[in-house]
């Protein structure tokens, strides 16, 4: 995994990038446009195996032509790292194992809150905001991180 600043020396300005928000049930997949301005929720993934969730990330990445992928780190609202930041680093390392493609890890923190308010503003039924909320969610990462990146 690299840094912020070395994933942003490895991707041109006209990379489309995916966002991954890794749940214990489900994962929340992102794209932005190939411009890095806006993030869109793309889909969930229901966890099946790490094989089957490989395959499925390959996919998405050729069909999209993905250059690079940003991952939400659970980190406690003191800075410090949480219990799933390891399981989310190994999780990227399987990734970097199979895909080649820069991977970064970005601050998660009130991501899932935030998409979750957000569809609240939206007014969005509650039904249909905990159906999206991965997706969503992933989505946060991804703009917050595509924000920093154009900085």
């Not at 020396?9 to 749940?23: H, Q, V």
Request: one cysteine or more.
């Amino acid at each position: 995994m690299i840094t912020i600043e070395e994933f942003k020396n490895k991707i041109t300005k006209k990379s489309r990038l995916l966002g991954l928000d890794l749940g214990s049930k489900r994962i929340g997949v992102a794209i932005c446009d190939d411009r890095q301005s806006i993030a869109t929720p793309f889909r969930t993934i229901h966890k099946g195996g790490a094989a089957k969730f490989i395959d499925e990330l390959k996919l998405i990445i050729k069909e999209n032509n993905i250059e690079g992928i940003i991952v939400g780190n659970p980190i406690n609202m003191d800075g410090s790292l949480s219990r799933s930041s390891q399981s989310i680093k190994d999780v990227c390392k399987n990734i970097l194992k199979n895909i080649d493609v820069p991977l970064c890890l970005w601050d998660e923190r009130l991501s899932t809150v935030g998409a979750f308010n957000l569809s609240s503003q939206l007014d969005v039924n509650v039904s249909k905001k905990v159906k999206s909320i991965d997706k969503n969610a992933a989505a946060f990462i991804l703009q917050g991180a595509i924000d920093y990146l154009k900085n």
